[in-house]
C-alpha cells in the first residue's frame, strides 16, 4: 500500500463517517424539535424569544366583568359600569367561568370582549366551596374567541406561566411567572386543590385565565396572598386548576349546582399514637373525631373513634381520598362503610346526604 | 479491507459525535431538556452602562400669602409676602442616547425644579448635566454631559414590540444602585390613567419602583422600547404593573427639543371621542378599536388632508390605534409640521389620509385641550361671569372630582381666574393638588382636585 492508498483510504472512512454523523443528528434534531415545540421555544416565523403566539391564542377569549349600576344622582337612563373582575370563555355556547367572588354581589352583569363587544349575561349557576361561577352570553357562535385548554396536562412547580386579567380596570394586562407549588390535581371536593404563582395578580384579576406558554389554559386566577389590608404584590398568588374548575362547570352547567354527597362526620388522619391505642396494623384510615347528630353517618350509628378503612370495597389511604369520594357520591345513595371498632372491623351501610352550601 | 472501513468510519462517527455535545455546549450555555434556558448577562454587559443614575438638588419655593383683612388693618406697616425656601433632594436614573453629544434622556418629573442635576454612570464617573429641554405635559426631559467614553442604548422601532414579549427594566431604584428586573409587555396603548396629559404606556410586569423613572426598558437585544415612569402602587411599593413611555414617542420629542430647544406640539385639528360599541354599532363597524372624528376645525391639517366629520381614525403611520387618547398622545409628541398617514374609515371602507401636521398655538395645546388631567372630560368656554362648563362625560375625572355642569370656575387656589388663557397659564405647573374656586346655584365653593 502506497501513501495516495492511504490517504484515499483514510479520507473515505473519514467522509464515511462524518456523513453519517451528520445524518445522525439531523434526524436527533428533528425528534428533538418536535417533541419540545411549545411556546417559549423560538418558533420559525420570529426568530425571538416572546410569549406573543401564546398571548394571541388565549387573550382575546379572556373578558371583562362588569356590574351595571344605574346612577341615582343623575338623569335618567344614565348607568355606570363598575369593574369587578375578569372571566374566560369556555366554549362556543358563550358559557363562562369565573370565580364566584367576582359576581356574587352584582345585580346586573356586563360582559366586555376585547374587541370592545358588551353583553348582558345571567349566572347559570355559582359554587361557593370552589369559589367558581358559570355565566352565559347570547353571542354569534362563528365568532366566539375560546380559550384553548388540555385537561390532561397538569401543570407542576416550575412550568412558565402567563395570567390574563384586568386588574384596577386598567384594561387586559398579561402577566408573567412560574408555578410556584401546586396542591392536589382534579379533585371534586375541592379542598387544597391548588396552583400557586409568583405572575403578578391583582384586584380585577380574579377570575381571569393562567395560561401555560403554549396558550392553553392551566387554571382561573383567584386570589393573592395578602398581608393586613395592605393587598397583593408579594408573589405569592393562587389559581383554581383547569380540571377542577373544568369538572366544576360541567355540573354548573347540567344542575345549576354543585350536588355533592354528604356523611356528617368530622374526621382526622391517624397518628402513629393513635394507631397503637386502637391496635390498627397500620396508618391507613380515617379518625372519625366527630359526628353529626342529624346527619346520615349518625343514622348509621357511626360514632367518634370508628376508623373508617373502606369506603364501597376501596381502601381509604387518607382525609382527602374519602372527602371526594363522598363529595361525588350522589344523595341518596347507600354505600358501605367498613370501620374498625373497638379492633374489629364492621360493615356499615350509610344513606349519603346532600351537603349544604352553608357547610364548611 | 472493507471491514476495515467500516470500521474506521464507525471510529470517526463515534469520534465526532461524542465531539458534537461538547461543541453544542459551547454554543448554549445552560439547557433543560433540550430548551436553552437564555441568560440576559450577556446583553446586560453591553447594555447597562449606557443607563445612568440622576441626582438632582434643588430649593423648594413655597409662597405664604398674606390675607387681605392684614392688609386692611396694618396698611403699609403689613408683614411682607414671606417666602418659604426648602433644600430638596431626588433620585432617578437616566438613559445615555447619544455617546458623542453627551445627550441623556430622563423623565420631567425627576429634574423638575433642580438646580443642580448630576449624572451618575455605570463606570463611577460623576459629571455634572445641564438641562437642553423637557416636555411636562409627556414627562419627558432630555439633559447633556461633557464626557469622553460613553456608551449609548440601541435603538429599535418600539411600534414592533408584541404584547408577552420579555422586557427588562435597568434602573436605580430607592437609590439602591443599578438594579436590572425583568418580566413582559403586558400591555400597550394604555391610556386614560390621569398620570400625565398625555399617555400612550407600554405596560410590564417587570418590577419597577421609586428610582426607576426615566430608566430604561429594553428588549432581549438590549434595544430601548421605553422609559419607565410610573406604577400602580395601592401600597406604596410595585404590584407588577409598570408603565413605560414608548421609544418612538420619546424619540420623537427628543428630536424637537434639540432642534428647537422645546416641543413644538403636533396639532391635527380635530375634536373626537372614542369609538365604542355603540358608535360602532351605529355606524355598521366591524372593528371597535379607534377615535370617532365629531368635528374636524376648518383650515387645519385634517381639514386640508380631507378628514371629515364622522370619519373614524383607526391607525396612525399603519399602527392601529385603541382610542382617541392614544391618537391625541401620538399626535400631540410627533411634532410640527411631521408627515403623518392617518388610517381613517368613511362609509365603510377604509382609506389613507396624508396629513401634515400644524403648530400649536398654545404650548399646551394638542388635539384636544385638556388643562388638567382631572378637568378631563368637562367642556369649558369663556363666558361673561367665569369659565363656564358647558357639558361633562359621565365617569369622566372631571366629572369623578365634582364638577358639574353649569358651573363656573372663578377662581384657582387663592387668586382669581378670568378666563380660559388665565387658567391655562395658572395650571401649567401644578404642584400637588389644585383648588378650584367654583360658583354654583349662586354658592361659592372649593373643589380639590386630586
Known amino acids: 500500500m502506497n501513501f495516495k492508498d492511504t490517504i484515499l483510504y483514510l479520507s473515505k472512512a473519514v467522509v464515511f463517517g462524518l456523513v453519517m454523523a451528520a445524518v445522525f443528528l439531523f434526524v436527533n434534531s428533528i425528534t428533538n424539535n418536535n417533541s419540545f415545540n411549545n411556546g417559549l421555544t423560538t418558533t420559525q416565523h420570529h426568530n425571538e424569544l416572546s410569549f406573543a403566539s401564546a398571548v394571541r391564542r388565549a387573550a382575546p377569549a379572556v373578558v371583562n366583568i362588569y356590574s351595571l349600576s344605574l346612577d341615582q344622582n343623575s338623569p335618567l337612563n344614565s348607568s355606570s359600569l363598575q369593574g369587578l373582575g375578569s372571566g374566560v370563555i369556555m366554549s362556543k355556547e358563550g358559557y363562562i367561568l369565573t370565580n364566584y367572588h367576582v359576581i356574587k354581589k352584582a345585580d346586573e352583569i356586563v360582559i366586555a370582549l376585547q374587541d370592545g363587544r358588551k353583553f348582558t349575561s345571567e349566572v347559570v349557576g355559582s359554587d361557593q366551596i370552589t369559589d367558581l361561577a358559570v355565566l352565559k352570553i347570547e353571542i354569534d357562535g362563528d365568532n366566539v374567541p375560546i380559550v384553548p385548554i388540555n385537561l390532561n396536562n397538569p401543570a407542576q412547580v416550575g412550568d412558565v406561566v402567563l395570567a390574563i386579567g384586568n386588574p384596577y380596570n386598567l384594561g387586559q394586562t398579561i402577566t408573567q411567572g412560574i408555578i410556584s407549588a401546586t396542591g392536589r390535581n382534579g379533585l371534586s371536593s375541592g379542598y387544597l386543590d391548588f396552583l400557586q404563582t409568583d405572575a403578578a395578580i391583582n384586584a380585577g384579576n380574579s377570575g381571569g385565565a393562567l395560561i401555560d406558554t403554549g396558550g392553553e389554559l392551566i387554571g382561573i386566577n383567584t386570589a393573592a396572598f395578602q398581608i393586613g389590608a395592605e393587598g397583593g404584590g408579594h408573589g405569592i398568588n393562587f389559581a383554581i386548576p383547569i380540571k377542577l374548575a373544568h369538572s366544576i362547570m360541567g355540573k354548573l352547567i347540567t344542575n345549576g349546582r354543585v350536588i355533592r354527597g354528604a356523611l356528617g362526620i368530622s374526621g382526622e388522619p391517624l397518628s402513629p399514637v393513635m394507631a397503637q391505642i386502637l391496635n390498627l396494623p397500620d396508618l391507613k384510615g380515617v379518625l372519625v373525631t366527630g359526628v353529626d347528630p342529624n346527619g346520615p353517618a349518625s343514622k348509621a350509628t357511626l360514632r367518634p373513634r370508628d376508623v373508617i378503612i373502606q369506603y364501597e370495597e376501596e381502601s381509604v389511604p387518607g382525609v382527602e381520598m374519602l372527602m371526594d369520594r363522598i363529595a361525588e357520591t350522589t344523595p341518596g345513595n347507600q354505600v358501605n362503610i367498613t370501620i374498625i371498632r373497638e379492633g374489629k372491623p364492621l360493615e356499615l351501610p350509610v344513606v349519603i346526604g346532600e351537603k349544604l352550601p352553608t357547610d364548611s | ?450
Open chain 2, 1 to 450: 479491507m472493507k471491514p476495515k472501513l467500516t470500521l474506521l468510519s464507525a471510529a470517526i462517527l463515534s469520534a465526532s459525535l461524542s465531539l458534537m455535545p461538547a461543541l453544542s455546549q459551547a454554543a448554549i450555555p445552560q439547557a433543560v431538556d433540550g430548551q436553552a434556558l437564555p441568560s440576559l448577562a450577556p446583553m446586560l454587559e453591553r447594555t447597562t452602562p449606557a443607563v445612568v443614575s440622576v441626582a438632582v438638588s434643588g430649593t423648594q419655593t413655597s409662597k405664604q400669602q398674606i390675607p387681605d383683612v392684614f392688609k386692611y388693618f396694618f396698611g403699609p406697616n403689613a408683614p411682607q409676602e414671606q417666602v418659604q425656601e426648602r433644600p430638596f433632594r431626588g433620585l432617578g436614573s437616566g438613559v445615555i442616547i447619544d455617546a458623542k453629544e453627551g445627550y441623556i434622556v430622563t423623565n420631567n418629573h425627576v429634574i423638575n425644579g433642580a438646580d443642580e442635576i448630576k449624572i451618575g454612570l455605570h463606570d463611577g464617573r460623576e459629571i455634572d448635566a445641564k438641562l437642553i429641554g423637557a416636555d411636562p405635559e409627556s414627562d419627558i426631559a432630555l439633559l447633556q454631559i461633557e464626557a469622553k467614553n460613553l456608551t449609548a442604548i440601541k435603538q429599535t422601532n418600539s411600534d414592533d414590540i408584541r404584547v408577552g414579549d420579555f422586557a427588562v427594566a435597568i434602573g436605580n431604584p430607592f437609590g439602591l444602585g443599578q438594579t436590572v428586573t425583568s418580566g413582559i409587555v403586558s400591555a400597550l396603548g394604555r391610556s386614560g390613567l390621569g398620570i400625565e396629559m398625555l399617555e400612550n404606556f407600554i405596560q410590564t410586569d417587570a418590577a419597577i419602583n421609586s428610582g426607576n423613572s426615566g430608566g430604561a426598558l429594553v428588549n432581549l437585544n438590549g434595544e430601548l422600547i421605553g422609559i419607565n415612569t410610573a406604577i400602580v402602587a395601592p401600597s406604596g411599593g410595585n404590584v407588577g404593573i409598570g408603565f413605560a413611555i414608548p421609544a418612538n414617542m420619546v424619540n420623537n420629542l427628543i428630536n424637537q427639543i434639540i432642534e428647537h430647544g422645546e416641543v413644538k406640539r403636533g396639532v391635527l385639528g380635530v375634536t373626537g371621542r372614542d369609538l365604542d360599541n355603540e358608535l360602532a354599532k351605529a355606524f355598521g363597524l366591524e372593528t371597535q378599536h379607534g377615535g370617532f372624528i365629531s368635528e374636524v376645525m376648518p383650515d387645519s391639517a385634517a381639514d386640508k388632508a380631507g378628514i371629515e366629520a364622522g370619519d373614524i381614525i383607526v391607525s396612525v403611520n399603519g399602527k392601529k390605534i385603541k382610542n382617541f387618547q392614544e391618537l391625541r398622545a401620538k399626535v400631540a409628541t410627533m411634532g410640527a409640521g411631521a408627515k403623518v398617514e392617518i388610517g381613517i374609515i368613511r362609509d365603510g371602507d377604509e382609506e389613507t389620509a396624508n396629513v401634515v401636521l400644524g403648530e400649536s398655538t398654545s404650548s399646551s395645546g394638542s388635539a384636544d385641550d385638556a388643562l388638567h388631567p382631572m378637568l378631563e372630560g368637562a367642556e369649558l368656554s369663556n363666558s361673561r361671569k367665569g369659565i363656564e362648563i358647558t357639558s361633562i362625560a359621565q365617569g369622566s375625572p372631571a366629572a369623578r372630582n365634582g364638577l358639574q355642569e353649569g358651573d363656573l370656575i372663578v377662581g384657582l387656589n387663592r387668586s382669581k381666574v378670568k378666563n380660559l388663557n388665565a387658567l391655562k397659564e395658572e395650571l401649567k405647573n401644578p404642584q400637588g393638588a389644585v383648588a378650584l374656586k367654583v360658583l354654583r346655584d349662586n354658592k361659592l365653593m372649593y373643589l380639590v382636585l386630586r
